[in-house]
């Protein structure tokens, strides 16, 4: 029996769709299938990036520490380290890599890496930075740096060495009169010239004093109206912050910043860490 | 946030200014530093960047104007910046920027440090 034209038309374009259709069906799969696999990876990659920023040492007589890092995205550039330099010494980085997401998230790693291998070999933070700097410009891509904030504590007299590359500069909030100082120390972000200087400066801290660092995450947090958190109202906040326990002063200070932005979602990763002398 | 940047040039004598109006992010990359370049194959001395308008400039921004500061270096030309938000300026200090470039209040005060007043406008 043979089929009419039009049948035989109405076959042949049954059969092509059919065949697109069982094409498609493929491609959705094959595509499901790889974002899958790409979910699972930056759950992965999320989690060892919280994996490498370290649980607050609570066995320090008379330091309290506490830090929160918020990736705007899966994964970010924003970081924070506390680790021990030697008996007596605490080295304490915040940093922010250009940009987040993935390619930030490898940047960022390296940079711990390195800040970390290179706190060994000096207590001077302005000379790490120095020699984190010189390496990490040999490894850094086009148009992407470091910032980083970086400390060392003396644990015993609870004197702390600070320099900053390109870092928001931190605040030390006195206990005795209640004033908000910056820690005026800035320099070159890292992995932009490789034979960039820094300077650092010494901050004692006395009883119920606290030392804050923060990336620009926070500062520039907006609100819908696209006003910024900025550097005024973070000052005038932690004036109201004395006497208070670092977890708390955390908790109230994210809680300031997100009340500002009412919402609007966050551009930045946030990262705060305060050090705190009881 | 992210206000699409707009990006206005003009030349006042031998002095190349660069208005930028919106975000400064990666996204602007292409545009700042095709801005920069034309003025810059101009062989003028001096370039201000004019931030009057920019209400924000992240992370990815400031390495842009990092890049165009090493290509200034490069060719000799002075660079300026003028018209940044006192947040902006503070962020500058932080980062360190403002022992390359010299920072003014406004495009005037940039051009009054060089004595130029002739006025040429070159649409972006």
Known sequence: MYASPVELAAVVFSGILAGLAYRCRGIDDSALAEYRQLSDDLHSARETQRGLMPDMPSDIPGIELEAFCRPSSMVGGDFYDVFRVDEKHLGIAVGDVTGHGLPAALLMSLAFGVIRAEAARTLSPARLLERANSILCRSMPHNRFVAVAYAVLDTETKRVMVANAGQIAPYVSRNSTGRVEAVDVYGLPMGICEDADYGETEVLLGEGDRLLFTSDGIVEAVNPDREMYGFARLEADLGLIGGRSCRRILGDMLDRVMDFASGAPAADDMTMLVLGVN | ?124
Do not use: W
Not at chain 2, 29 to 52: C, H, M, P, S, Y
Not at chain 2, 94 to 119: H, I, P, Q, W
């Open chain 2, 1 to 124: 946030m992210n206000e699409e940047l707009k990006i206005f040039k003009k030349t006042v004598s031998d002095v190349g200014i660069i208005s930028l109006a919106g975000d400064v992010t990666s996204l602007a990359e292409e545009q700042i530093n095709a801005g920069f370049d034309e003025l810059a194959e101009q062989g003028l001395k001096k370039v201000i960047f004019d931030f009057t308008p920019v209400s924000y400039i992240n992370s990815s921004g400031i390495a842009i104007l990092i890049g165009i500061i090493n290509k200034a270096k490069q060719k000799g030309q002075k660079l300026s910046v003028a018209g940044l938000s006192p947040h902006f300026q503070k962020i500058f200090r932080m980062v360190g920027l403002t022992r390359f470039v010299e920072v003014y209040d406004s495009v005037e005060s940039a051009l009054d440090c060089k004595g130029v007043n002739a006025n040429v406008c070159i649409p972006g």
